[in-house]
Nanobody, 122 residues
Framework: QVQLVESGGGLVQAGGSLRLSCIAS????????ITWFRRAPGKEREFVAA????????YYTDSVKGRFTISRDNAKNTVYLQMNSLKPEDTAVYYC???????????????WGQGTQVTVSP
């Protein structure tokens, strides 16, 4: 069983930055890929970024490449999502999810956090 808790969301102006954290309760945290998804109002949940268990590989959706950086600290059971140059279209609830394989398809993830709201004002 893996429990995930996100934090770091908030209200920021366009062009600003936020860093989200996802803390996991897994004993073997390094065995899990961690992925960030987001759901904007009235839209489907979408893949944002993923990182493999060792942190050796990262993946991003095109709309955040060059602006967002995913990283992890396995000693702290934590994954981070550094978000720079934020845009109003980044406004969404951001969720982290864990599974043994990184994939862009949300349906394959067994473990989810409760989400953290990110709001970017124009």
């Amino acid at each position: 069983q893996v429990q995930l808790v996100e934090s770091g969301g908030g209200l920021v102006q366009a062009g600003g930055s936020l860093r989200l954290s996802c803390i996991a309760s897994a004993r073997t945290f390094g065995a899990y890929a961690i992925t960030w998804f987001r759901r904007a109002p009235g839209k489907e949940r979408e893949f944002v970024a993923a990182i493999t268990g060792t942190g050796s590989s990262t993946y991003y959706t095109d709309s955040v490449k060059g602006r967002f950086t995913i990283s992890r600290d396995n000693a702290k059971n934590t994954v981070y999502l550094q978000m720079n140059s934020l845009k109003p279209e980044d406004t969404a609830v951001y969720y982290c999810a864990a599974d043994t394989v990184a994939t862009v398809a949300a349906k394959f993830y067994m473990y989810w956090g409760q989400g953290t709201q990110v709001t970017v004002s124009p």
